[in-house]
C-alpha cells in the first residue's frame, strides 16, 4: 500500500522512484522520462522495476501507442502527484523571502552590542522584512542555550569565553580591553604602571554575572589581585558617578571610545597583556537551515563589520 499522508523518512527516499513514474505517466515513453529527468534509459528501466515490485502491479506496459498506464497506475496518478507537491513545497519553503517572514525574532546580546546593531537591523527589517518583529533580550548564564534549543532565541551575540560547545558559532570580529576613568581621576595625569592599576579601585562589567572578569583571571596568573568595588551587568551603567573619585573601568576600546567622545573620561592604554575581545553569532544546529536565522545572521554580520 502506498502511503502519502505525511512526509516519511520512507517515503522520502522512494521519491526518486515517484519522479520516475510521474515523468513516465507524463510522456509515456522511457526514453522522453530519461530525457526529462537527465539520466539514462537504463536507470528509468530499474526504477521502474523498483516501482513494480514495491506497488505489485506492471504499472506501464509496451503498447504500439508508447508505455500505456494500468488502471493500478491510474488510480495511484493524483495521489502520486500530490506526494511530489508535498515534496517541492518542502524545497520552496528553503528559498523563502524576507518579506514574507513573518512571527518574532529573538536576538540575545549584551547592551553595548544591541546598541551597535540594533539600529541598523530595525532599519533592514523595515526595508525588507516588515512583518518581522525583532525582540532583544539580555544573555543567560549559560549563554541562552537552552532558550537557543527550544528555539526560545534565535540568534545570540557575545564574546565566547564560556558557551556550550554544542552551539554552532560564527566570529563576527575583535575588539581589545583599555582602561577608562574620569579626567579628575588622579591617575589621568599620570603613567598607567600596572603597580598603579592593581591598587586603583576596580568597576567590573560582568553582563552574565560572573564575579571575576578576564582581567581578574590574568592578574592571578601573576600573582596579583585587584580590588573591584563593584560589579555591573551592563556597559549602560558605567557613567560619571560609577566612575567618580579613584574608580577606573577594563572594557572594550569602542564602548570606552565612545564614553569619551561623550563625557569627562581619559582612555588610557591597559597596562597588562589581555585577550582580544572576539565577538562570535552563536544559533543551536537545529535551525542552522531555518531562513529567518540565515538572513539575520547575514545582517548581523553585515551590520556588526560595518560599525
Known amino acids: 500500500m502506498l502511503v502519502i499522508h505525511n512526509m516519511s523518512s520512507r517515503n522520502l527516499k522512494r521519491l ?12 509515456g515513453s522511457l526514453v522522453a522520462a530519461a530525457d526529462a529527468m537527465n539520466v539514462t534509459q537504463s536507470a528509468v528501466s530499474k526504477q521502474l522495476a523498483q516501482l513494480r515490485e514495491w506497488l505489485g502491479d506492471d ?11 494500468t488502471p493500478r497506475a491510474l488510480a ?3 495521489r502520486i502527484e500530490s506526494l511530489l507537491e508535498q515534496a517541492a513545497s518542502l524545497a520552496r519553503e528553503g528559498s523563502i523571502q524576507p518579506a514574507d517572514f513573518t512571527g518574532e525574532f529573538v536576538l540575545s546580546a549584551t547592551d553595548e552590542v544591541l546598541d551597535r546593531l540594533v539600529p541598523d537591523l530595525v532599519g533592514r527589517l523595515a526595508d525588507e522584512a516588515p512583518q518581522l518583529r525583532l525582540i532583544t533580550i539580555p544573555i543567560a548564564r549559560d549563554y541562552s542555550a537552552r532558550q537557543l534549543e527550544a528555539g526560545q532565541v534565535n540568534l545570540l551575540v557575545a564574546v565566547n569565553w564560556h558557551a556550550p560547545d554544542q552551539l554552532k558559532q560564527k566570529r563576527l570580529g575583535s575588539d581589545s580591553f583599555v582602561c577608562l576613568m574620569r579626567e579628575d581621576n588622579p591617575l589621568a595625569d599620570r603613567n598607567l604602571t600596572l603597580k598603579r592599576y592593581i591598587d586603583a579601585t576596580h568597576v567590573l562589567v560582568a553582563p552574565l554575572g560572573y564575579a571575576e572578569g578576564v582581567v581578574d583571571v590574568e592578574l592571578k596568573q601573576m600573582g596579583v589581585e585587584r580590588h573591584v568595588c563593584a560589579s555591573v551587568p551592563a556597559f549602560s551603567m558605567i557613567n560619571e558617578s560609577v566612575l567618580g573619585g579613584s574608580r577606573i573601568t577594563t572594557i572594550p576600546s569602542r564602548v570606552a571610545q565612545r564614553l569619551a567622545d561623550n563625557g569627562p573620561f581619559v582612555v588610557k592604554r591597559a597596562p597588562l597583556k589581555l585577550p582580544s575581545t572576539d565577538y562570535y553569532a552563536l544559533w543551536h544546529p537545529r535551525f542552522t537551515a531555518d531562513p529567518r536565522l540565515r ?13
Not at 526518486?16 to 510522456?27: K, S, W
Not at 504499472?59 to 501507442?65: G, I, P, Q, Y
Open 59 to 69: 504499472l506501464f506496459v509496451r503498447t504500439s501507442d508508447g508505455m500505456q498506464p
Open 295 to 307: 538572513w539575520m545572521l547575514e545582517l548581523v554580520t553585515a551590520s556588526f563589520g560595518d560599525s
Open 76 to 78: 495511484l496518478r493524483e
Open 16 to 27: 526518486p522512484l515517484l519522479e520516475a513514474f510521474d515523468a513516465i505517466m507524463t510522456r
